[in-house]
């Protein structure tokens, strides 16, 4: 227990301030997107790295790619792409990271891919590039979700602040039609082909 709480507090000495996330429009979201895919989470990796007197534990989470919206693979990658977010568990050590995106193998994402890397969490905004598929427990008709699992019913709810009170009750008033999967692509292709045509 105290190894796990000297690395917390060591790590969380670290600059995370890039937690504090504002909202992107789709616009916004759509053209700081290098990528946008769907795809099946594979596998998930954790790892403690540690670099002179640095540690930190990195999430390496790889997709099956089942369609890109727009831009591309990074060369020599064929139906598959891993991603590495800061932050998880090994052993008994855990990062946790504010605003991180948590995923689980098998589950069906729609990730927009941040094109300047280099970066804490490899997406858009963090949270706000990550659209989880789900099914209707009912129904079971797909529908698209947002990172926390409030069904996107428009582009427009993209900039709104996720779990904020406005939004679920937004979000309460329209749930008989979120998004399904095929309307939210659709959407994204046109903004992508919108944002470079003059």
């Known amino acids: 227990m105290a190894r796990t709480l000297l690395l917390f507090f060591a790590l969380a000495a670290a600059p995370l301030g890039a937690t504090s996330v504002t909202p992107p429009t789709f616009a ?67 990062m946790d990271v504010v605003g991180m995106p948590r995923f689980s193998v098998g589950q069906t994402e729609l990730l927009f891919v941040d094109q300047t890397g280099g970066q804490i969490c490899p997406l858009v905004a963090m949270m706000f590039g990550r659209y989880r598929i789900q099914r209707h427990p009912t129904t079971g008709a797909e529908f698209v979700a947002r990172d926390n699992g409030a069904p996107l019913a428009s582009t427009d709810e993209i900039a ?21 999967p095929a309307a939210f692509s659709a959407l994204i292709r046109q903004e992508a082909v919108r944002a470079v045509t003059p």
Do not use: C, H, W
């Open 160 to 180: 709104l602040p996720l779990a904020s009170p406005a939004l679920e009750a937004q979000l309460a008033a329209r749930r008989a039609a979120p998004l399904t």
């Open 28 to 94: 916004q979201l759509t053209a700081r997107a290098r990528t946008i895919f769907r795809g099946e989470v594979a596998t998930i990796r954790t790892e403690l790295v540690t670099q002179a007197d640095n540690r930190a534990i990195f999430t390496y989470v790889t997709f099956r790619v089942r369609e890109i919206l727009k831009g591309t693979l990074p060369a020599g990658t064929d139906s598959t792409v891993t991603l590495e977010f800061l932050g998880g568990s090994v052993g008994e050590l855990t």
